[in-house]
């Protein structure tokens, strides 16, 4: 599968995780935003983690959102104590052939039988562990961050890595370095912007996505591999990319049918591409009028005051129940409002996220945007087949 490189910006996140940055404060956590399926996690598995590791930074990768059936306090315990096992190598194993509870590591006694298990104080004792064994710097890489607020084994855990960093690194050295990505900013934010967050005071950072570079790069291959298709016209393919979301895979599938020898269409192929990024863009936002209009009117009632209200959304306060009155024409009662917040979270897919305080947000972060643009066009709210909806 074709995979284009960005070697520059790891190169660049690298220096600023180790303290070479000028004004940066990556070396307190890196915190990054993108979009789904812009890249994020294939540029930190490709890219990002290489560039580490070269550097001989150990890095341990953990993505919450692999399994999200468990809790994400538990995986990443499990990731630093599978780490630390792998680089205690021998002894570890050798303690744990004899029996033995405790092993001591650069003056840390480690009870051997609690490695990974979810303890803040165990967790940063093991990161410590970690990078007394190694002598090394370690690089935690936490993906869809935002999941660890879901539990309260994920806030402990959050709150250990604080801990952790705080006790390993100094203005002159970083031993720690924490990088937490999201796909969602707003979720994100909910790591660093109050003052119970565990790492209050960082600021969240864009990821930048592919653009012109990752453009020219493919319009030369397409050269190289179709000497025929001549003076290709980048511009069109830039623009074509932008409304695929800049999400490369999307982009790449649609390139390979308008370059396939079985393709039917006529004319140049940057044409052919904007079309299929035209009906891409159709088909996903009619998914989501779908998804919409086939709720119940309490559930889009719920929905809507979500995507208007964002991060200050509360909804159960006086506002909010007569808002769903207003909408739906019934009274509705606390009872109800939560029983159509669960209905919404268990719909597949979900749409709605919830924290370990209760905090509500939009699941994907495309919908909101989708919101915004038919609010501004003046088609907002979208009307389905009026279906009887029996409450239970």
């Known amino acids: 599968m074709l995979y284009y490189h960005r070697t ?64 994400p306090g538990s995986l990443i315990a499990k990731a630093v104590g599978r780490a630390l096992v792998k680089h ?62 879901t539990s309260e084994a994920g806030e402990t855990a959050m709150a250990a890595l604080k801990s952790a960093r705080d006790q390993l690194n100094r203005p002159d050295q970083v031993k720690l370095m924490l990088v937490m990505s999201g796909s ?106 779908s998804d919409y209009t086939a709720l119940k009117p309490l559930e889009q009632a719920v929905l809507w005051r979500m995507l208007e209200l964002g991060t200050r959304f509360r909804p159960y306060d006086a506002d909010a129940l007569q808002f769903y009155n207003d909408k739906t024409g019934d009274k509705i009662t606390v009872a109800k409002a939560q029983k159509a917040l669960e209905s919404l979270r268990t719909h597949q897919p979900s749409l709605v996220w919830k924290s370990a305080r209760s905090e509500y947000a939009v699941e994907d972060a495309t919908m909101l945007r989708w919101y915004t643009q038919r609010v501004s066009a003046g088609t907002w709210p979208p009307v389905g087949p009026q279906l009887d909806w029996l409450e239970e």
């Open 88 to 149: 205690l190598g021998v002894v570890a194993k050798t303690a744990k052939a004899a029996g033995l509870e405790n092993i001591t590591v650069g003056g840390i006694k480690i009870d051997t039988s609690k490695i990974g298990r979810v303890d803040g104080t165990t967790l940063a004792d093991a990161l410590r562990a970690l990078v007394e064994a190694t002598k090394n710097p370690v690089a935690l890489i936490i993906d869809e961050a935002q999941h660890a607020l």
């Open 8 to 71: 520059s910006l790891a190169a660049d996140l690298a220096n600023a995780l180790q303290g070479k940055a000028a004004f940066s404060d990556a070396p307190n956590g890196l915190f990054l935003a993108a979009p789904r399926r812009t890249g994020k996690s294939t540029f930190l598995q490709a890219d990002l983690m290489p560039e580490l590791a070269r550097r001989k930074v150990v890095v341990v990768y953990v993505d919450l959102w692999a399994d999200q059936m468990r809790d």
């Open 184 to 289: 969602d900013r707003d979720k994100l934010l909910r790591l660093v912007n109050t003052n119970a967050a565990p790492f209050y005071g960082s600021q969240i950072q864009r990821m930048p996505e592919l653009g012109p570079d990752f453009i020219a790069h493919i319009a030369q291959l397409i050269a190289q591999q179709r000497p025929d298709l001549t003076d290709i016209h980048t511009t069109k393919l830039q623009e074509a990319f932008a409304l695929f979301g800049q999400r490369p895979q999307f982009f790449m599938e649609a390139l390979g049918q308008v370059l396939s020898p079985l393709a039917t269409h006529t004319g140049r192929f940057e044409d052919a591409m904007r079309a299929k990024a035209l009906q891409q863009q159709q088909n996903d936002e009619a998914q989501m009028e």
